[in-house]
């Protein structure tokens, strides 16, 4: 016979994961107090504030020679010590110079987070070179909100430019939606592992951010969108029309792998796109010639060269200036695969590049000079060739030259 009991019932004003008060005497003071015991969930770090290396590592940095620690090691040990409390006003007073050492510790301990980051590329913006200027933070498993991972890596001041990269996330289309607050977002990938959980990704959240774009001012740096085999876009007949409201947006970068979605060029070129695959978009993104790169060179690639039309449109600042900014890849759901290009034009990636209307009336003004050129040659009635004596001699001098 099988016996159930029941469990005691809880005091109740107590949680499920909380424990009634119990009496504790220290012994050493003499004190009498209540204690109580809260059972609490697995710990995890911040993913902002998450470093491979341990700040116990940092407790015991000082001189490789002989003797005890240098003022400046003794320096470089508080900073490593309370690197997740550090500001940029932190680094107000501090030269580039000194600084450098401070990161080169940083990344040698592994203490490298994101908040990290972003700090010495605010302190230090015109200093930062290739040690700080490129930074790619990979989440392997996303288990927050997609907001939760915007929320960070948003700068409304532009004080770095923001590559984001949907891997293989599970989100809905309100949080796709939402992408437009990221204000300094400059490249967008919806890759193909994307999952929608109340719908798919498809025509109407493009004319949500085109909607956002238009009226609240969204996507202002916004240079390349990649949508890696998203059929239900791809299939979309008022695609282009919804990117021309994107002010800065110049390259349509996209992958069909079964090769029947492919948008109809001639709606694209009619509107100011030009198409690009094999060997032109090869030459275009990596003039080196190499094939088979991860999606990160792409990415910035892409965006170098996609700040091409910006010379004629008002931005905030310069297409130089911001090349020149910080620039940090998020990547939710794992490194995207990496894509193929090659001369053959059998490779899955293809792209749009928009052309600025000034660059195609110019173009179309040197066409049409050209054919009215030829027109005019064409037209011009030509001359009989006549045989002109330039020094006439008499007859005896002619005859006398024959002998």
């Known amino acids: 016979m099988t016996r159930f009991r029941i469990p005691p019932s809880r005091p109740q004003g107590l949680s499920n994961n909380e424990e009634p008060k ?3 005497y220290d012994e050493q003071s003499g004190l009498v107090y209540s204690e109580v015991s809260c059972r609490g969930g697995p710990m995890r770090a911040d993913w902002v504030w998450k470093t491979r290396g341990s700040v116990y590592d940092a407790k015991h940095v000082k001189a490789l020679g002989p003797g005890c620690a240098s003022l400046k090691h003794m320096a470089i040990r508080c900073v490593l010590v309370n690197s997740a409390s550090l500001v940029p006003e932190t680094f107000e007073n ?8 401070v990161w080169k510790m940083v990344l040698s301990h592994q203490l490298d987070s994101l908040h990290a980051w972003k700090v010495f590329a605010m302190a230090y913006p015109g200093e930062i070179g290739k040690i700080l200027k490129h930074r790619q933070h990979v989440i392997p498993i996303p288990d927050m909100a997609l907001a939760s991972y915007i929320r960070p890596v948003a700068s409304v001041s532009l004080q770095w430019m923001t590559f984001l990269t949907l891997s293989v996330i599970s989100c809905s289309r309100l949080e796709l939606i939402n992408i437009s607050k990221l204000h300094n977002v400059g490249v967008l990938t919806i890759d193909f592992g994307v999952r929608v959980t109340d719908g798919t990704f498809d025509e109407s959240i493009v004319r949500a951010w085109a909607r956002a774009a238009t009226e609240a001012g969204a996507f202002s740096m916004l240079r390349v969108l990649a949508c890696r085999s998203q059929l239900s876009v791809l299939s979309s007949l008022n695609l282009s029309s919804h990117l021309q409201q994107f002010p800065l ?16 060029r001639s709606v694209w070129q009619d509107q100011g796109w030009r198409y690009m695959k094999g060997k032109s978009l090869l030459n275009f993104l990596l003039p080196g010639g190499l094939a088979n790169v991860s999606w990160d060179s792409i990415v910035h690639s892409a965006f170098e060269k996609g700040g091409g039309s910006e010379a004629h449109m008002p931005t905030q600042i310069g297409p130089t200036a911001v090349n020149d900014l910080p620039r940090l890849h998020l990547s939710l759901g794992g490194v995207p695969a990496p894509s193929i290009l090659d ?18 009336e110019l173009g179309r003004t040197e066409v049409s000079i050209e054919k009215e050129e030829a027109e005019l040659s064409s037209n011009h009635p030509k001359k009989k060739a006549k045989l002109r004596i330039r020094n006439p001699q008499a007859l005896d001098e002619v005859l006398s030259s024959f002998g």
Do not use: M, N
């Open 22 to 24: 119990r009496t504790t």
């Open 249 to 264: 947006l110049s390259l349509f970068i996209f992958e069909d792998y079964s090769f029947v979605y492919l948008p109809d």
């Open 343 to 360: 001369s053959s034009g059998f490779a899955t990636l293809r792209c749009f590049q928009k052309v600025h209307p000034q660059v195609l």
């Open 94 to 101: 501090v030269p580039w110079e000194i600084a450098e050492l």
